[in-house]
Structure formats: C-alpha cells, structure tokens
C-alpha cells in the first residue's frame, strides 16, 4: 500500500500537529509538506477533519476467549435472571442433543435478585444438554446437574486450593464453582481448540475498533515455541504479546526467551499470576470484608509465593504480571514486587485491575517502578456494585487520575470478553467518568484523565507494555503505519459529544481494515 494522508491533523505526545503522512510497505516514511509532483503512483487522501491517532493498544485481553464468546451464548446484557434463562434455552433448541451449552458472561449484579443462580435454574431449561456458563468476570462457573454430574462433582467433593464448590443447605453442589475450582472443572472440558479463522475473526474485530496492538492473557497453559510458530503463521495481522500463564512457567523457563523476544509480530510477555479473584463474584481480596457481608474475597496466591515466583524469574528477565482487584490484594502484590523496585521497571513488571487501593499504598506502588495495567470501562460498568460492595471505601477505587500523579504509567485495556474491547468508550470513560449517551452525575469525577492522558494510555504507554515502543504507540518518521482515522478532531468537541467520533478506518501491517457499519 502506497498512500498519503494529507494534511493531517495527527496526536503526538500531548498536542495535535498537522502534516503530511507518507506510508508505504507499512511504515510512515515521510512528513512534513509533500508536493503533488513527489511520490508519484500514491494514493492520497485529504485527512483536513479527521483526526489520525497511533493504532490503539488493549493492554489486558483474553483473544481466545473473544474469538469464542463472538460466537457462543453472550448473556451479558440480560437484566434478570428470567431473561438469562429464556435465552438459555432458545441457544439449547438449536443445538443437537447432548451438546454443551458453553458461553455466559451472565452478571447476577445486574438483576433484580443479586444472588448466585442454581442448578436447578438452569436444569429447568436445559435438560438435554450439559450447560457450563461462565459469569461476567470469568471468575464463577454455573453449571446444571447434568454437567455437575459428568465432571464428577457431588457433595463428597473438596474444594480445592483457592476455590470454591458453593453447596446447599443439603450438602449437595448448588451448581457455581468460584475461583480456582471453575477454572480446574471449567478447563477440563474445555472448548474445542479455537480455529485459526476464529482468532482471524477476533482480530479483525479487534482492527475495525482501532486495535493493532495487545497483550493477550492466554487462557490455558501452552508450550512458548509452538504457540508462537502456530500465530506467526496465522498472520493475524495485528501485534501480539502473550502472557503465560501458571501452569507455563518450566516451559517458558526452558524456551530461554526473554520478556520482549520473538518475531516482530509475536512477543513474549511474561507470567501473569493472580492475588485475588473479581469483585463481581465477590472473591477480590479485601482489608476488611464487603459491606453487609462477613466475606472478604479469596487470597488465590499469597504475598510470599508471588515474592518467590517474581525471585525466580527476574534473573532470567521474564516478566510478571499480577491480578490484583481488592485492596488487600493489591497490597499483597505492591508488597511482594518492592524488593524488585530498580528491575521492576526494566521488566515491566505490572499489576493489572488495581482497582481499589489505598492511600497508603500508592508511595509504594510508584516507588516499586510498576506499570498499572487498568481497564477504563470497568470503572463505569462496575459503579453500581462497587458502591454497593466497598461502601465508604468506594473512593479509592479506579484511581487512574492519583497514579498518573504519582508518576505511575497507565496502560489502558478491555479485558475483553468481560468488556466490549472498544478504545473510543474507554476514552470516554477516561475522561467523563459517565456511560455514553447516559444522562447521570459522574463517578469520582476527581479521578478523570485528560484527553492526552487518556490516549497516551492506549497507544504510548501500551506499546511500551508490550515492549514495540521503538516500532509504533506514537506518530513519526520510521514508525510502522498503525494508525486510526477518527471521523472527528475530539480534541474540538467538548468531552460531552465525544460519543459522536467514530473509528473511520485503521490501518495495520500495510493494509486497511474498515468497521461494517
Ligand atoms: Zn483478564
């Protein structure tokens, strides 16, 4: 592709400037004022009201997953529980019998009753079909009698170490696994392995959003070298930086990559260990227990075993990357990365979520050189049960404005399936602390970000995540072409009409994706 965005209002570290783009097999390889005799056979474009931005970069999210839930059951929308079941059942009709019914992303937060649903619920719209549904922050598993019953699970069954099998008064499995235990039971019978045109589906849905960048949070454990070979040949057209997970440690061990090494496209992350679970299934690890309730979440992995695990892998300059959504959790991982502070930068080292933490354990945080790793949709999806489930506490949390003045990079992400992996609605969220197009007072107004720092959290500071800051996050000479054509300048608008501005196009690797609109 040869093309020239002319006159370009373009972002670059803070400002909008205006110049010419000259691409070509990728790359931007001029600027400035371009006459009509040069670069002759280029396609050009008058780029007067739009606005182009480097590609942006999801920070934290799960593409095996999205690539699944673009096709499974999605019951994220459903406001009661009646409307979750109905829904179950017309996905079953279709389906032949015995199938499972996998998917979910139900969110008991949103209904009338904000209780953990049963198997019996399910049993009653599902009677010929295993069902295993998995709730809106991939923390809890529902699963009917029938699914209960082929894993094996009855009320002789253990919980084992950092999960949960709820039971009933009875005795008996009430049909919601939590923490460790969905994920044991829910990877035993996991989904057929993705399809390469799946993960070709999901990030092309990814590049029609503006993405040319993440950070993917594996969903098993796999081997480093096959997993890389499999995606350099997929050609998924977007960069990837993977993060292993547990279960991969040896192997990533054993490859000898370093955090940064792979193809141009594929990259190592590093590990990615968990602290706590998610506040929606109330497993984040709190300092005190959830209002009205005498639990305080599940500590799945304690401040001294993440201190060894970081112990083993600084040396080989592996990276790890730590869960952390409660406040004792994100004390435990501040804690537990602060004897690493002069490498914790170099690595970039990171916790992800933070999503309440307190006051005085910020110093700490910046003073440890970690990267906060957040997802600006959550703060105004999770605000009700935030309110609800922290109290008073509520506001020391999504705190995105009081880290970036401690100096504390901001990374930006969706953590897609659990939210829509959608930049513009994270800027947005950013920056007004509201939901579109919804008329109510902002949430902790005082954490909003700038426009500026807003974007630089999902371009400039996600690529340095995911160790491409020499090859794009930012606009200039040499850089690969990833960039968005927005249909507006929003730095004209007032933050209000941000709603309007519409990813025009991206483009990636030399080609150009276009949203189906
Ligand atoms: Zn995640």
């Given at each position: 592709m040869n093309l020239i965005l002319k006159n370009a209002p373009y972002y670059f570290r803070g400002n909008v400037l205006r110049s010419d783009l000259v691409i070509s097999e990728g790359k931007i390889i001029q600027m400035g004022k371009v006459s009509s005799r040069d670069f002759p056979g280029f396609e050009r474009w008058d780029c007067g009201n739009m606005l182009v931005l480097p590609g942006f970069i999801d920070s934290h999210l799960h593409l095996e997953a999205l690539a699944q839930a673009l096709e499974d059951l999605d019951l994220r929308d459903c406001v009661s529980l009646q409307e979750v079941l109905s829904k179950v059942a017309k996905f079953a009709e279709k389906l032949p019998q015995g199938a499972w019914i996998t998917g979910g992303r139900w969110?008991?937060?949103?209904?009338?009753?904000k209780v953990f649903p049963t198997k019996r619920a399910l049993d009653s719209v599902t009677k010929e079909h295993p069902a295993m549904l998995w709730s809106k922050d991939g923390h809890a598993l529902w699963l009917n009698s029938l699914a209960l019953q082929i894993l094996h699970i009855d009320r002789e069954t253990p919980d084992p170490p950092g999960g949960k099998i709820l039971k009933e008064e009875d005795g008996e499995p009430s049909g919601i696994l939590l923490e460790n235990a969905a994920d044991i039971y829910g990877g035993k019978f996991a989904h057929p392995e993705s399809k390469g045109s799946d993960l070709k589906r999901a990030t092309r849905y990814l590049l029609e959003r503006g993405i040319t960048g993440v950070n993917w949070f594996l969903e098993k454990g796999e081997e480093p070298f096959s997993l890389f070979s499999r995606l350099d040949a997929l050609d998924l057209e977007i960069d990837l930086t993977i993060w292993f997970p547990r279960e991969s440690l040896e192997s990533v061990l054993k490859s000898r990559l370093k955090s940064g090494d792979g193809s141009q496209r594929v990259k190592l992350g590093g590990i990615k260990l968990f602290a706590d679970g998610a506040l929606g299934s109330q497993s984040a690890f709190m300092l005190e227990p959830y209002e009205g309730l005498s639990n305080s979440g599940i500590e799945v992995t304690p401040r001294r075993e993440l201190e060894e695990i970081i112990r083993v892998l600084a040396p080989r300059e592996v990276a790890v990357s730590v869960h952390a959504i409660g406040d004792a959790a994100v004390r435990n991982s501040t804690l537990a990365f602060f004897p690493f502070r002069d490498l914790n930068s170099k690595l970039r080292n990171r916790v992800e979520h933070v999503q309440l933490i307190q006051p005085q354990d910020r110093k700490t945080f910046s003073e440890s050189g970690l990267l906060a790793s957040v997802q600006p949709i959550h703060a105004i999806s999770d605000r009700e049960m935030a309110c609800r489930l922290w109290g008073e506490r509520v506001r020391y949390s999504y705190p995105y404005r009081s880290l970036l003045d401690l100096g504390i990079p901001v990374a930006f992400g969706s953590d897609a399936p659990v939210e829509e992996p959608s930049p513009l609605k994270g800027i947005y969220a950013a920056c007004t602390r509201k939901t579109p197009f919804i008329e109510e007072d902002p949430f902790l107004p005082q954490e909003a970000l700038t426009l500026s720092q807003a974007l630089d959290a999902y371009t400039f500071w996600g690529a340095w995540s995911m160790y491409q800051e020499k090859a794009k996050g930012e606009i200039a000479l040499?850089?690969?072409?990833d960039l968005v054509l927005l249909?507006?300048?929003?730095?004209?608008?007032p933050l209000s009409q941000m709603g309007k501005a519409r990813v025009l196009l991206t483009i990636s690797g030399g080609k150009i994706f276009r949203p189906d609109l």
């Open positions: 969110n008991k937060n949103n209904w009338e009753k040499g850089r690969k072409a249909s507006e300048n929003i730095f004209r608008l």
